[in-house]
């Protein structure tokens, strides 16, 4: 069980993008530019610190998201798609004329205790 997943639309792009500028993380922190929206960087160009949560790895590469934003989204399950249109944020698709975006929906109650657990 995992709290994050990957449409396949999506993967392709994450692909493109990973060829292109290699290792890379998504980080969903709220807030700032796009909200909530999941934002990818290369490895390097992010900080990472205790105050961020690994959710789970999408094609090799780890999404992270503030332990804060975490409180609100803890009960869901998140899955990164991805749509046209430019988002306001820094993200690296936004040259590309795509964001990525997130669809959720609540954990099953078994997928919650699975979670829990670990």
Known sequence: MERVAITDKAAKVLEQLKEKHGELIFHQSGGCCDGSAPMLFEKDDMYLDDSDVLLGTLNGVNFYMNQDQFEYW????????????????????????????????????????FLKSK
């Open 74 to 113: 803890k009960h869901t399950h998140l899955t990164v798609d991805v749509t046209e249109g430019r988002g306001a944020s820094f993200s690296l698709e936004i040259p590309l004329g795509l964001r990525f975006l997130i669809h959720s929906r609540l954990l099953t109650t078994e997928e919650n205790e």
